[in-house]
């Protein structure tokens, strides 16, 4: 193995976490740190500030209104604990995606979500005040706006940066386990690696299959 392959990698992952494509690739990466020497920065992003003034369907709009409030809490605890986003993502993330809580609408609608979350990692319970506030809103919209200038405006969620390159995704839509999380990852990260390199993409045949 040459020195630069020993070196750890650095990886930063923007995440809102309603969302389930966001969800599995944060779980590929769960996986990748288990074979890979790598470092992940976790930092919250917002489809509910990506979304504004746009003309969609109400029903996602009702969504987005409900996506407010977990994002809001994790602009707060990236801020003061980014030490606990991790655990708090992955809290938060197993009750809405393999637990089903998934797809609220309207604000406030994740509220019993964000208490639990917070109380399974050892947080504040107060931090789960600011989620039907504008408090954090600003520095929300800080921590999206590091996404989009690395990767552009027309993406979604996951932001995926590998070294000094951002993607929108890889958007899976099964998590890889072990030597083949790694694998895949070493190919991200080649592609990453070749300045030229933009995007790869076709017609997606399924939905996430959380479990």
Not at 70 to 86: G, Q
Not at 125 to 130: D, F, I, S, T
Not at 181 to 190: K, L, Q, S
Not at 201 to 211: A, D, L, M, Y
Request: charged share 25%; glycine share 8%; with cysteine.
């Amino acid at each position: 193995m040459t020195k630069e392959a020993e070196k750890t990698q650095q990886v930063t992952f923007w995440f809102d976490v309603s969302c389930p494509f966001a969800w599995q690739t944060s779980r590929w990466m769960k996986e990748v740190e288990k074979v890979r020497d790598i470092e992940i920065t976790w930092l919250p992003m917002s489809l509910s500030v990506l979304n504004e003034g746009r003309d969609l369907d109400p029903g996602y709009l009702d969504m987005m209104k409900a996506n407010w409030g977990p994002a809001r809490v994790f602009a707060a605890v990236a801020t003061e604990h980014p030490e606990l986003v991790d655990q708090l993502y992955t809290a938060m993330g197993t009750a809405i995606h393999p637990g089903g809580e998934g797809g609220k609408k309207d604000f406030g609608a994740y509220d019993a979500v964000i208490e639990s979350g917070l109380a399974e990692v050892g947080l504040d319970a107060a931090y789960a005040q600011v989620a039907n506030t504008e408090e954090w809103d600003e520095k929300l919209r800080e921590y999206h706006g590091l996404a989009m200038d690395a990767v552009g405006d027309e993406v979604g969620t996951p932001v995926v940066k590998l070294g000094e390159a951002a993607f929108f995704g890889p958007v899976i839509t099964r998590v890889p386990r072990g030597e083949e999380a790694g694998e895949i990852f070493d190919a991200a990260v080649r592609l990453a690696e070749y300045p030229h390199f933009f995007e790869l993409k076709r017609s997606r045949t399924e939905s996430p299959q959380v479990k």
